[in-house]
């Protein structure tokens, strides 16, 4: 007999069909800069987004202050932590921009209006768009929305209350001197992203090859 939906369900392949709360098989986290209407920052840490060329698209839930905030102002920093910024991260998860916090987010977040000092970080000013970038993330993506299309929720997860996908144009792009390969790559054996894999904060291991695109 089958298990029931949710439960592990191993068959003779040595596979076990699950239904996991999150998708998140180790994606990249970002801290996302944008205008709160009263001229402050909020500070947002996301780990759903991916880039092509230069255009990059952020996931957001419809019930963040984030999303709202780049539907009222399109300019945002797309902040790239490394490993070791783990723990400024995670004070900056529980907290939300909403004043009041939604009753449904009550439980598990609270209302802060200035992200930067909670989490122990820095405002740099950006060049080319009108939020600040966060020093302390060694690469630092100005950009501006270009379009927002709507996502519908997941039934199968009732938290979950729909949201979007974020089209932004990536504008300027800053990274550590020390990051830098010659004068316009990123050197892949220093840099390093801070991964959240099923909730859980990890780094990369050693490099394992190339892809023969690879230019260094």
Same mark, same amino acid.
């Given at each position: 007999?089958?298990?029931?939906?949710?439960?592990?369900?191993?068959?003779?392949?040595?596979?076990?069909?699950?239904?996991?709360?999150?998708?998140?098989?180790?994606?990249?986290?970002?801290?996302?800069?944008?205008?709160?209407?009263?001229?402050?920052?909020?500070?947002?840490?996301?780990?759903?987004?991916?880039?092509?060329?230069?255009?990059?698209?952020?996931?957001?839930?419809?019930?963040?202050?984030?999303?709202?905030?780049?539907?009222?102002?399109?300019?945002?920093?797309?902040?790239?932590?490394?490993?070791?910024?783990?723990?400024?991260?995670?004070?900056?998860?529980?907290?939300?921009?909403?004043?009041? +916090?939604? /009753?449904?987010? $009550?439980?598990?977040?609270?209302?802060? &209006?200035?992200?930067? #000092?909670? *989490? %122990?970080?820095?405002? =740099?000013?950006?060049?080319?768009?009108?939020?600040?970038? +966060?020093? /302390?993330?060694? $690469?630092?993506?100005?950009?501006?929305? &270009?379009?927002?299309? #709507?996502? *519908? %929720?997941?039934?199968? =997860?009732?938290?979950?209350?729909?949201?979007?996908?974020?089209?932004? /144009?990536?504008?300027?792009?800053?990274?550590?001197?020390?990051?830098?390969?010659?004068?316009?790559?990123?050197?892949?054996?220093?840099?390093?992203?801070?991964?959240?894999?099923?909730?859980?904060?990890?780094?990369?291991?050693?490099?394992?090859?190339?892809?023969?695109?690879?230019?260094?």
């Amino acid at each position: 007999m089958r298990q029931p939906a949710g439960h592990a369900d191993a068959d003779k392949s040595g596979f076990a069909t699950i239904t996991p709360k999150i998708l998140y098989f180790g994606t990249p986290i970002a801290i996302v800069s944008s205008a709160n209407g009263d001229g402050t920052t909020n500070l947002a840490p996301i780990s759903s987004f991916w880039a092509l060329g230069w255009t990059m698209v952020l996931g957001l839930l419809r019930d963040t202050k984030t999303l709202g905030n780049l539907e009222a102002n399109p300019d945002c920093v797309v902040n790239l932590p490394s490993p070791d910024m783990w723990q400024q991260v995670e004070r900056l998860a529980p907290l939300t921009g909403l004043d009041p +916090v939604p /009753e449904e987010k $009550a439980p598990k977040f609270r209302s802060e &209006r200035d992200k930067f #000092a909670a *989490a %122990g970080l820095t405002s =740099l000013a950006s060049e080319c768009v009108s939020v600040p970038r +966060v020093r /302390e993330c060694p $690469a630092q993506l100005e950009a501006r929305v &270009r379009k927002v299309h #709507a996502l *519908a %929720g997941d039934r199968r =997860l009732r938290e979950l209350t729909g949201g979007a996908a974020v089209e932004v /144009e990536v504008l300027r792009v800053h990274v550590r001197r020390d990051f830098v390969l010659g004068e316009h790559y990123v050197d892949p054996n220093r840099w390093q992203p801070l991964i959240y894999n099923f909730r859980h904060y990890h780094g990369l291991g050693s490099e394992l090859g190339k892809t023969f695109r690879a230019e260094v």
